[in-house]
Every structure is written in C-alpha cells, then in structure tokens.
C-alpha cells in the first residue's frame, strides 16, 4: 500500500518528516512523536496547507510504501498513525517554536562561526 507523508527540505541532508506530539496512550505523562500516514494524497495536501496557514514552513507531499515508512519508524522510535481516507487531520494549534532542523542549522552555524574565528586568530 502507498502512503503520504509530509517532508521538509526534500532532497537535502537537512530532510526532516513531519511528526506531532501526542501523549503516550500506555504512559499519559510522556509524549510520544508521532509519524501521520495518509492513505490519500489530497489529505496530505490538506493538512499541509494546514501547516502553511499557521505559519509552518511549506511541507512537500511524498508517497512512501506502508513497509518502507513502517521499518522507518520502528528504526527511529517513532510512532506511526495511519490517517483514513476522507479523514480531516488538523493541525494542533501549537507549533514548536524551532523545529530539529532548525536547532541544527544553528548549531552549524555556531560551529562555521567558531571555525572562521578560529582561522582569524591564527592569522594574529
């Protein structure tokens, strides 16, 4: 079975899937991240424009096989939730304030910082 699944930066070495935080159903105090499969693409493209009116950045709808997005998944320790034809998936009120890929993009940017610093001090 073919599933959609909402990607950013498609294509780069920062390529991030779009997971939620929902709380754990066997652990009510832990969250759990959670991978939304769509069994139909317009759903996909719906949530995404979702994501996009609440100020996300834009999401590309990718088609991935149930066993592929599955083995991900159970490799990443995320959980997946498989989202119905015809279902309307919304998008939570609360986004994070700075996705992973934006924590690392900034923590390269320290690291280029510090390495340019670095290479000015040995210039001295």
């Not at 073919?2 to 066997?26: A, M, Q, R, W």
């Not at 088609?63 to 592929?68: D, F, K, L, Q, R």
């Given at each position: 079975?073919?599933?959609?699944?909402?990607l950013?930066n498609?294509g780069?070495?920062?390529e991030g899937i779009?997971?939620?935080?929902?709380?754990?159903?066997?652990h009510?105090q832990l969250?759990?991240?959670?991978?939304?499969a769509?069994e139909?693409?317009d759903?996909a493209m719906?949530?995404?424009?979702?994501?996009e009116?609440?100020?996300f950045?834009?999401?590309s709808?990718?088609a991935?096989?149930?066993a592929?997005?599955?083995?991900f998944?159970r490799?990443?320790?995320?959980?997946?939730?498989?989202?119905a034809?015809g279902t309307?998936a919304?998008p939570?009120?609360?986004?994070?304030?700075?996705?992973?890929?934006?924590?690392d993009e900034a923590?390269?940017?320290?690291?280029e910082?510090d390495r340019?610093?670095?290479?000015?001090e040995?210039l001295?």
């Amino acid at each position: 079975m073919i599933l959609y699944v909402l990607l950013f930066n498609t294509g780069t070495s920062n390529e991030g899937i779009h997971t939620l935080k929902i709380k754990d159903p066997e652990h009510e105090q832990l969250e759990q991240d959670v991978v939304l499969a769509f069994e139909e693409e317009d759903d996909a493209m719906r949530f995404a424009l979702l994501l996009e009116a609440q100020d996300f950045p834009s999401p590309s709808v990718e088609a991935i096989s149930e066993a592929e997005i599955t083995e991900f998944c159970r490799e990443s320790g995320l959980r997946m939730q498989f989202i119905a034809k015809g279902t309307l998936a919304v998008p939570p009120e609360a986004n994070l304030e700075k996705t992973d890929w934006q924590r690392d993009e900034a923590r390269t940017s320290e690291s280029e910082l510090d390495r340019i610093r670095q290479q000015l001090e040995r210039l001295l």
